[in-house]
């Protein structure tokens, strides 16, 4: 894809350039002055979601979580209520319930799955929050449902679909206002860079912009230029890591040393209804409890990596306990049901039988 807003005199790349300039020659227009604020190699990134998504605009963070904190700063004040789940990304959780509310805005949690997402709506929710596919425990969340009682009672819905990507499911298309994606995860797809996007309607789009530019939770042109690099190979990626979880879950079922597996795609998922309604695929995180410590089972293995991330082409294994969710509450992990047998498994696109084989290595050498 080609920008139209900046001509090359001398050749038009096959692969967008990095634009690596922190300010522009005026008066060449009024659009292009700092890359705080705009640059070429972002702009095309944000063309690139707003496409997937579908949606009318975009923006482009230097993280995911620059993305949640800007547009909720952007879109709520003091006195606004906003509405999340217990089952969203800690970080999140915490920026909602704890950072928020020291502005006056009031944070309400309801537990995880959409029939207590929809009873915790109240008249005056401004926001609603939710993940579509929730990290760690993997509810999947009706968006359709939730969008419809939005709109009953004014309330704006933002999606975080990190988890699933757009190649998954189209959260614009089933009503949310705006989707926000931790692109280092499975969009870049790779492991070697941070940024974040978001997607939705124009109008609350130019509020975020104005918000981003402020905070300067901007992304630079170098991790832009890699982030839609990966994003080129996203459906490839997704078909076959997708394809890779799917057989992983159903053999883990099996295994003697696993207690509960935990997979949008198994049929006694406790949401696979609204799964199978709205899914293309399945996604690549599988989540299971085994009889031994975690941080010993990990130690054992020898393919799949202990990371504290997500989303590549190589599998990656974590503690949420330990590790991505380590800030909660025993009372809150105990609802949610994480202790220190909880694995989250982050499927690549290694072949199927070599993440297993090494799992199973690992569980049998206890």
């Given at each position: 894809?080609?920008?139209?807003g900046?001509?090359?005199i ?6 967008f350039?990095?634009?690596?300039t ?11 002055r ?38 909720l700063l ?13 089952d ?9 319930k ?8 009031r944070?309400d949690?309801?537990?995880?799955g959409t ?27 009706d ?7 939005c ?6 819905l ?5 988890v699933p ?22 969009i ?6 941070i940024?974040?996007?978001?997607a ?5 789009m130019?509020k975020?912009?104005?918000?981003r530019?402020t ?8 991790s ?21 979880a799917?057989?992983?879950?159903r ?20 949401d ?5 309604k ?7 995180i ?5 009889g031994?410590?975690?941080?010993k089972f ?10 504290n991330?997500?989303?590549?082409v190589d ?18 992990l ?18 199927p ?6 799992i ?7």
């Amino acid at each position: 894809m080609i920008n139209d807003g900046i001509k090359n005199i001398y050749a038009k790349p096959v692969t967008f350039p990095i634009y690596q300039t922190s300010s522009y020659i005026v008066p060449e227009g009024e659009k292009y002055r700092y890359t705080r604020e705009y640059n070429p190699t972002v702009e095309n990134l944000g063309k690139e979601i707003m496409r997937i998504e579908g949606s009318e605009d975009y923006n482009v963070f230097s993280s995911g979580m620059g993305a949640i904190t800007t547009t909720l700063l952007a879109l709520s004040g003091p006195g606004d209520r906003i509405l999340t789940h217990l089952d969203t990304f800690a970080r999140s959780y915490h920026f909602i319930k704890e950072f928020m509310g020291r502005w006056g805005v009031r944070a309400d949690v309801s537990l995880p799955g959409t029939e207590n997402i929809l009873s915790s709506i109240k008249k005056d929710t401004k926001i609603v929050f939710i993940e579509s596919v929730t990290n760690p425990i993997l509810r999947v969340n009706d968006i359709k449902a939730i969008s419809e009682r939005c709109n009953e009672v004014g309330s704006l819905l933002i999606v975080d679909s990190t988890v699933p990507t757009p190649y998954n499911i189209k959260s614009v298309k089933l009503g949310a206002d705006i989707v926000i994606h931790s692109s280092s995860k499975f969009i870049a797809g790779h492991n070697n860079v941070i940024s974040g996007l978001a997607a939705g309607r124009k109008d609350l789009m130019e509020k975020i912009d104005t918000m981003r530019r402020t905070l300067g939770t901007t992304l630079d042109p170098n991790s832009a230029f890699l982030t839609e690099a990966g994003m080129k190979t996203l459906d490839i990626r997704m078909e076959k890591i997708n394809s890779n979880a799917m057989k992983i879950a159903r053999e883990l079922e099996g295994n003697k040393y696993i207690k509960r597996v935990i997979y949008p795609g198994l049929a006694e998922h406790r949401d696979h209804d609204t799964v199978v309604k709205y899914m293309k695929g399945y996604s690549g995180i599988v989540c299971f409890e085994i009889g031994m410590e975690a941080m010993k089972f990990i130690g054992k293995l020898k393919q799949v990596i202990p990371a504290n991330t997500m989303g590549g082409v190589d599998s990656i294994v974590s503690i949420p306990k330990t590790m991505s969710h380590r800030s909660l509450t025993p009372d809150e992990l105990k609802i949610l049901e994480v202790d220190d047998h909880f694995i989250r498994l982050s499927v690549g696109i290694e072949e199927p039988e070599k993440i297993l084989d090494d799992i199973n290595n690992a569980l049998s050498s206890q």
